[in-house]
């Protein structure tokens, strides 16, 4: 991870930079982006058009941080980085982007929260090789107002509810896989009106339902519930799953294959969702509990199915 003087260096000069250049004019050959802020009235995004002729991806991701960090001509926005907290650093790492944050960020009020961040996240995945982004404070994931871990964002999860609210609720159905009393086969609990924020996907929904465990009686967990989520994506209808290091410490009496399979079926149920390869730290090449090798992608196995 960068340092933070070293990442603050590299912000100031690009500011600097587009200051220089303002009264200058673009050539033809420069990229267009949408610098996303906030408006006064913290209650919406508004974007204002960049062009720039860098190419390189990390060089760009700096200049973008340095024009998120400057504010901006018209006094109406708030420039997204210009605020009380710090960003400390940043790492980069397969289209995945991480920024993480001092403690002050975290004492922002909730719609300014999400709108922070849906400005952030909607500007820098717009940079080719970035295709993710997810938020630390002080290395700990971020958490929203449910106490939920936020995980990975791409610019799709933020939507604009009647023109001004980016922050929305909506009701799904979730079909979740558990484990039977004995540990050995799964059972199905099927869980009706689920209210979510829009800004998790339905996929990083189900690992956290799954984490924290069934409801139903007759169903048990399959899941370390001090097993962190760090990020869930979906490519080509394989869903990759990574999870920390506490998902190998396995505190119930259940197989290894109710347990991946608890997984697999669960994230299957969803429409986009056909397979499942799970990781753990971003490292799949981990033989789980000497038994399910997590380099396999993994389909649905209704075979471990059990009726109660």
Excluded at 35 to 52: G, H, M, P, R
Excluded at 107 to 129: C, H, S, W, Y
Excluded at 148 to 161: E, K, P, Q, R, Y
Aim: aromatic share 8%.
């Amino acid at each position: 991870m960068k340092s933070k003087k070293a990442i603050w260096i590299g912000i100031l000069l690009s500011a600097l930079l587009c200051v220089a250049c303002a009264g200058q004019d673009r050539t033809e050959n420069g990229q267009k982006y949408d610098i996303y802020y906030v408006n006064n009235e913290e209650t919406k995004t508004l974007t204002v058009e960049y062009v720039s002729e860098t190419q390189d991806t990390e060089a760009l991701l700096r200049e973008l941080l340095g024009q998120l960090a400057q504010i901006p001509s018209q006094f109406e926005y708030e420039a997204p980085l210009a605020g009380h907290f710090t960003l400390l650093g940043y790492t980069l790492d397969n289209g995945q982007l991480t920024l993480d944050f001092d403690r002050y960020y975290r004492e922002m009020d909730v719609v300014k929260e999400v709108l922070t961040r849906a400005a952030i996240v909607r500007t820098l995945t717009q940079i080719p090789g970035i295709d993710y982004v997810s938020f630390t404070v002080q290395g700990e994931l971020l958490t929203d107002s449910s106490g939920i871990a936020v995980g990975t964002m791409s610019s799709d999860l933020f939507i604009d509810n009647a023109g001004n609210e980016i922050n929305a609720y909506e009701n799904v159905n979730l079909h979740l896989y558990f484990a039977n009393e004995d540990g050995t086969g799964l059972v199905e609990e099927n869980r009706r009106n689920v209210v979510y924020s829009s800004n998790i996907s339905l996929e990083k929904l189900v690992m956290e339902k799954l984490v924290a465990g069934p409801e139903a009686d007759g169903a048990y967990p399959t899941i370390n519930p001090q097993t962190k989520v760090i990020s869930v994506t979906v490519k080509d209808g394989t869903c990759y799953v990574n999870l920390d290091e506490a998902f190998l410490n396995q505190p119930y009496n259940v197989s290894a294959e109710v347990t991946v399979y608890s997984i697999a079926n669960s994230l299957v149920e969803l429409s986009n969702i056909n397979r499942v390869q799970i990781s753990i730290g971003g490292e799949s090449n981990i033989l789980y509990r000497e038994k399910m090798n997590l380099n396999d992608v993994y389909e649905r196995n209704l075979d471990m199915l059990v009726t109660q």
